[in-house]
């Protein structure tokens, strides 16, 4: 289930790269698998509608049909519209001028509402400040029991009594103010939406104590029905924030996008895991290539923009055609590939790799080796491989701690490189700049193939998925 | 009036899915759509949704069937068939029977063995219950006040202690003291993490040697999830030879839509369901009930 949408997109693009240009409905067409995946990650359908249609008219208006690559431009355009989305203004916790800070949380049962409230005292307690805990949940047998286990263990104190959640609460704060504790955290009882009873009872709580903060804890796993929960405790009691919990399991997390839509307001904290450091403050981008399960791709299309210099690469594109690209040149283009990561994770990230790549074959030594060998060459050497003899193998060898054997080899893949890179130009207009009709057929190893793709951006002429696809963003 | 579908009625009263295509008297071309989306919004999943719609086109094809009344009709036929294969009772069989609950996070696994507990107490069955949450904190005291509500005795072993080992006294226990049924807690757990989920299969392990039998293995799940349930009954049932669902908290506004997925895709069958807090709200589940109160859904927007 989580890979579908990058299949799906996968496919797509293959369909689409020969056309270049998207019609309104080929981007409708994304944009639907785009909804298919929000409403499988259990984004609400009518949030999902309306996401779909505003990223439609952002597409349109910024006439993304016209741009080079557009099916992954409309991605991303999704991408950032959903991270717009999920992060919106961040939650800057001030602190009230005349202690104590007063945070309530609220929550259905079963979402972690006193697990989260011990975490966030932890997190308070990082903060410099001194939390104190009101157990005010006083429904669920053990709740209170619950709290002051887990507090012991964070060296945080508990209130609690056995009365009405009110009293517990509004005598909480006054025990803060005469313990100096600067923040209070009140765990409520867990309730259902449609329980009116319980719903004034928070209400009532939330006018006795007037909290600073409220935060809604949310289940990552919620279906549809987050919608309705975010807005029946956002109308009473006006949330600050929310709280996502359980996002160390697989769920997507769709819950927390249709909370936010509602609500409108910042998804503050996250929790990603059953022990008490296990929190953290959220982070709207991870999310957002969650919900979408194509974050690689994703992830890929960033790496390759924010590592390739388009500028670079185009200067790199016409060195080759002119024959003058340097071994020092290669350098700089492997450390490009290795800027956007471990390799195996690159290829791992594509969407179709030719039949029989292995993600796992890539021998991620064997560029560091070759950097290695660049490295240890001098200056002219870098420039005319050619006057590498015999003594200077040895030498450059026993500097990058490798062989001779390996020295040679590259020198001969780099030459195989050099002319292959003219072969790849032959159909532009500028093959017919000098140096072109030197051109050989060569068949080279798949990697190599690969990686030439990298450095001709513009070339044009692939006809398998590439890095080149991602190297051309013309923002 | 069903229960299921008071409790439903409780929430809102905003247009159901049903009546307001009996208020349609032709067919449009917006009742798939419409019937599509309310199963999404019902968490049935887009999947599955898209796979029913399908069907229900070829029948109304096949079986000339014109009228948004008949098509509904034949849609929740079809729903119910999904339900209606296998059996609900919980097998009472061995000396003790040993009912193992597990699933993930706030489910309500505790909750749900207090209430059957309850339950057979009322029956005048006296069980056994197991605290094999040794891992959350005050876990046993939850189960704790249960036992002392409906006088049942309660095994506990210390915090951290080893589950496996918990449950197996409490079979021992019941065995000697033949107390015919044992309720085994398990500590909750999210379905991704492999080293507990390999704890799992190791509690199974050990209660099947224990004196009695392991007659039940019951995967809770809350009504709210949305499509990671199916992967939630998917993994548990990888680990361990899960029996049945109890299905909880649907006297929310939550419809449970993916028990059809999971029903298709898996078939572990619903036993139970939990449509409130008393301790008798916990009730056989009903696949007539459930699908009907799926189109007492308010339609949204």
Request: net charge negative.
């Amino acid at each position: 289930m989580f890979d579908t949408l990058t299949d799906r997109l996968g496919d797509i693009f293959g369909r689409l790269r020969s056309k270049g240009r998207l019609s309104e409905s080929q981007i409708n067409e994304v944009l639907d698998e785009v909804r298919m995946a929000l409403l499988e990650a259990d984004v609400n359908l009518q949030v999902a509608k309306d996401f779909q249609e505003s990223v439609f008219s952002r597409c349109v208006e910024t006439e993304i049909h016209k741009a080079l690559n557009p099916a992954q431009q409309v991605i991303k355009s999704v991408n950032e519209e959903l991270v717009s989305i999920l992060g919106g203004e961040a939650l800057a916790i001030s602190f009230a001028e005349k202690p104590p800070t007063i945070v309530l949380l609220a929550g259905l049962q079963g979402v972690g509402k006193t697990t989260n409230a011990v975490k966030l005292a932890r997190w308070f307690k990082s903060q410099g400040r001194n939390p104190l805990l009101v157990g005010a949940d006083l429904q669920r047998p053990a709740a209170v029991e619950q709290l002051r286990t887990l507090a012991e263990s964070i060296d945080v104190p508990v209130f609690s009594q056995e009365s009405d959640p009110v009293t517990v609460v509004s005598q909480g704060i006054e025990k803060a103010r005469k313990t100096g504790r600067d923040v209070v955290i009140c765990d409520t009882a867990g309730r259902l939406t449609i329980d009116e009873e319980m719903m004034q009872e928070i209400r009532q709580i939330s006018d006795a104590i007037e909290p600073h903060y409220t935060f809604l804890v949310v289940d990552a796993m919620t279906g549809q029905d987050a919608v309705n929960i975010a807005e029946s405790f956002h109308n009473q009691l006006a949330l600050d924030a929310m709280i996502i919990t359980k996002l160390d399991g697989d769920a997507r997390g769709g819950a927390a996008l249709s909370a936010k839509s509602v609500v409108g307001k910042p998804i503050a904290f996250a929790s990603i895991g059953e022990n008490i450091e296990d929190f953290e403050q959220f982070h709207p981008d991870r999310l957002a290539s969650r919900i979408l399960g194509m974050g690689d791709v994703l992830t890929l299309i960033e790496k390759a923009e924010d590592a390739f210099d388009e500028e670079e690469a185009k200067r790199a594109t016409q060195k080759l055609i002119s024959g003058e690209f340097t071994l020092e040149d290669f350098l700089d283009q492997m450390q490009q590939l290795k800027k956007m990561g471990p390799l195996e994770n690159i290829m791992g990230m594509m969407p179709d790799l030719p039949p029989g790549a292995d993600p796992s074959d890539v021998d991620e030594s064997r560029l560091v080796r070759m950097e290695a060998i660049i490295t240890s060459m001098t200056v002219a050497e870098r420039h005319s491989p050619v006057i590498i003899d015999g003594s200077r193998r040895s030498r450059i060898a026993k500097g990058s701690g490798t062989s001779v054997q390996e020295v040679s080899s590259l020198l001969k893949q780099f030459k195989e490189i050099k002319r292959m890179m003219k072969g790849s130009a032959k159909p532009r207009k500028k093959s017919k700049r000098k140096g072109a009709n030197k051109r050989k057929k060569s068949k080279p190893s798949s990697r190599v193939k690969q990686k030439s793709h990298l450095e001709t951006p513009d070339s044009g002429t692939t006809g398998e998925f590439d890095l080149s696809d991602f190297g051309t963003f013309s923002n | 009036m069903s229960r299921i579908s008071k409790e439903i009625s409780k929430t809102r009263n905003k247009f159901s899915l049903f009546s307001k295509l009996q208020k349609d008297r032709k067919l449009g071309p917006d009742f798939w759509t419409e019937a599509e989306e309310m199963l999404i919004q019902a968490d049935v999943g887009v999947k599955t949704s898209r796979s029913l719609i399908v069907k229900l086109k070829e029948q109304a094809k096949e079986q000339k069937l014109a009228s948004p009344q008949e098509l509904t009709t034949c849609l929740k036929q079809n729903l119910k068939q999904i339900l209606s294969s296998s059996g609900r009772e919980l097998n009472t069989r061995g000396n003790p029977a040993v009912w193992i609950f597990v699933g993930v996070n706030g489910v309500g696994k505790t909750t749900s063995i207090g209430k059957l507990a309850s339950w057979q107490y009322s029956l005048g069955v006296q069980v056994v219950m197991a605290a094999g949450d040794t891992f959350r904190a005050a876990a046993s005291e939850q189960l704790e006040e249960w036992a002392q509500k409906c006088n049942s005795i309660l095994i506990r072993g210390g915090e951290g202690a080893d589950p496996s080992s918990v449950i197996f006294d409490a079979i021992e226990h019941a065995h000697s003291a033949s107390i015919p049924l044992v309720l085994a807690d398990t500590a909750g757990r999210l379905h991704t993490k492999t080293n507990l989920m390999d704890e799992l299969s190791k509690i199974e392990r050990v209660a099947s040697k224990g004196s009695g039998t392991v007659a039940e293995i019951l995967l809770t799940l809350d009504a709210t999830t949305g499509q990671n349930g199916l992967e939630q009954a998917k993994k548990f049932a990888a680990a361990v030879d899960v029996t049945g669902i109890i299905l909880t908290k649907l006297d929310g506004s939550s419809r449970g839509g993916i028990i059809f997925a999971i029903q298709e895709e898996i078939g572990i069958p619903v036993k139970y369901i939990g449509i409130g807090e008393q301790s008798q709200d916990l009730i056989q589940f009903d696949p007539d009930d459930f699908v009907e109160a799926l189109f007492d859904f308010p339609l949204e927007n």
